[in-house]
């Protein structure tokens, strides 16, 4: 069975630096790896995903990478704004199966 | 509207009534699915429909949870002889076609409150 963790659960940082969130899975065998943020009482928006056969994806200050030999990724932050104070989550879609399979997620805050 | 639509936003019922949740998916898409966030935690899998049929219903919690999409469009999830322990966030997503690199977008959840 398929499990994510991420780490840390929570993250303060002060504005304008880089910051790192890590994710980890348990099994290798994955179709894509997507990043989502979620605020407060919202679904979640779609940041980045990387397919299996893909080391990273870029979007504007965001970069995601993916190790799956290690059952790996992390998503870097450049810059840090107060607006990017959100829940991050990370999920995963195995082989012979479209549903995510999600991590607990860290809570971010960016201090101004 | 152009995003996953869902609703009510909020519901409150007492246990033991039985409720009903909707999910309209972005226009044109194949696949939709159901996940259940409870506080502090992550989405966790319910069902998966391709078009009107239900292919994985593996993560429901129990035979009270029922699901359909008739017509392969809008879809309804049912909870009958609803429990406190059936509160929570209930996300629908939909994704463009049957892919495994397409990307799931999601609604702003209905918050199930269970008294």
């Known amino acids: 069975k398929q499990e994510v963790t991420q780490i840390p659960a929570a993250l303060s940082v002060p504005e304008g630096e880089n910051l790192v969130l890590n994710c980890s899975f348990t099994?290798?065998?994955?179709?894509?790896l997507q990043w989502f943020r979620q605020d407060p009482g919202k679904g979640l928006t779609s940041l980045l995903l990387i397919q299996s056969s893909q080391r990273e994806q870029t979007s504007g200050r965001l970069n995601a990478s993916l190790d799956k030999s290690s059952g790996r990724s992390t998503l870097y932050i450049a810059a840090s704004q107060p607006g990017d104070s959100a829940t991050y989550l990370c999920?995963?879609?195995?082989?012979?199966?479209?549903?995510?399979?999600f991590g607990t997620g860290t809570r971010l805050t960016i201090i101004p | 509207g152009a995003g996953v639509s869902q609703s009510p936003r909020y519901k409150v019922a007492k246990r033991g009534q039985d409720v009903a949740l909707r999910c309209d998916p972005i226009s044109g898409h194949v696949s939709l699915f159901w996940y259940q966030q409870a506080l502090g935690q992550g989405p966790e899998f319910l069902t998966y429909f391709q078009n009107e049929a239900q292919l994985d219903k593996s993560g429901l919690p129990s035979d009270r949870f029922f699901a359909e999409r008739p017509e392969g469009s809008v879809s309804t999830l049912k909870i009958q002889r609803t429990q406190q322990e059936d509160s929570a966030v209930y996300l629908c997503?939909?994704?463009?076609?049957?892919?495994?690199?397409?990307?799931?977008?999601f609604g702003d959840g209905t918050r199930l409150s269970i008294l």
């Open positions: 099994d290798s065998a994955i179709y894509n």
């Open positions: 997503a939909s994704s463009l076609d049957r892919g495994y690199n397409q990307p799931q977008h």
């Open positions: 999920a995963v879609s195995s082989f012979g199966n479209e549903k995510l399979t």
